[in-house]
């Protein structure tokens, strides 16, 4: 696990490079769809967090909301937007829907909405290691899951990220100005679709940037106590300009009740 090629985020905690051994494990080869995420909306009656708070964040190219929903930029993060009535269901705000996008991954899942999936499914959601362990696909030391470089020998690319000038104008030349279905571009060696870009996806573990010196060898589980939760792959938002985490090595955090359009799941089977 880590970054060892200069470009890792120090403030991360990602680049101090360890051996870590996982025990067998079965990890689901897309995000959680909408599709699998209405099955257990519609069996549980369950209300996600963005729901009971009655607005979630989105970026600010994406809002399709009233006026009325949608309150000023936050001021050190201009391009996030808190809109009422943004959920997994409008992921836009309160003029957008998910009728055309059941195929793409679920967003606005709080870590503990993707836990009380993972109840109702009977799984659970991946440790870190795991996760990096899944995404890196037998490859060791290489930055992305297919390998070391970004684009294609004949200039495609392979992941969805931000192209253009971030925040102000995504020109989506890889096809997709917000998520892109779960089975676009090519999985890895093993078999895992989009892993890094598209969206982030929730680990159960804690988040320490300290972690690497301290964790253990064998099954990390993450630290014991804190106040976020991991994070891994970055997603349609990043842009080498402020987030280059759509690797491998990379990783996050944020609050587990927090919500965005741009963070979903995988989950792993338990054993």
């Not at 959680?32 to 549980?44: C, G, L, P, R």
């Not at 392979?158 to 676009?184: M, Y």
């Not at 099954?219 to 987030?243: A, I, K, T």
Request: glycine share 8%.
């Amino acid at each position: 696990m880590g970054e060892n090629l200069g470009i890792g985020n120090a403030f991360d905690g990602e680049m101090q490079v360890h051996a870590v051994t996982v025990s067998e494990f079965e990890i689901d080869a897309t995000s959680v769809t909408n599709a699998d995420f209405e099955k257990f909306i519609t069996a549980t009656g369950y209300k996600t967090e963005a729901e009971v708070f009655g607005s979630s964040a989105v970026f600010h190219l994406l809002v399709d909301a009233p006026d009325e929903d949608v309150d000023p930029p936050l001021r050190n993060l201009p391009w996030w937007q808190n809109v009422r009535n943004a959920d997994w269901r409008h992921p836009g705000g309160a003029k957008s829907n998910i009728d055309a996008l059941m195929d793409h991954p679920v967003v606005h899942v709080s870590w503990n909405d993707a836990v009380a999936y993972c109840e109702w499914a009977d799984r659970r959601l991946p440790t870190e290691a795991e996760w990096e362990c899944a995404s890196r696909g037998g490859l060791v030391s290489e930055t992305f899951p297919w390998g070391s470089e970004l684009m294609t020998a004949d200039g495609k690319w392979q992941a969805n990220i931000f192209q253009g000038d971030f925040p102000n104008v995504n020109t989506t030349e890889d096809g997709f100005l917000s998520t892109a279905p779960v089975r676009t571009y090519a999985p890895n060696a093993y078999g895992l679709w989009q892993t890094v870009g598209n969206v982030w996806e929730w680990c159960s573990d804690f988040f320490d940037a300290n972690y690497y010196r301290y964790g253990e060898p064998f099954n990390p589980q993450g630290p014991s106590e804190g106040q976020s939760r991991v994070m891994r792959g970055g997603s349609f938002l990043c842009h080498d300009s402020y987030c280059n985490r759509y690797r491998n090595a990379a990783r996050t955090k944020n609050t587990p009740d927090s919500s965005m359009s741009n963070t979903g799941f995988r989950t792993v089977m338990k054993g």
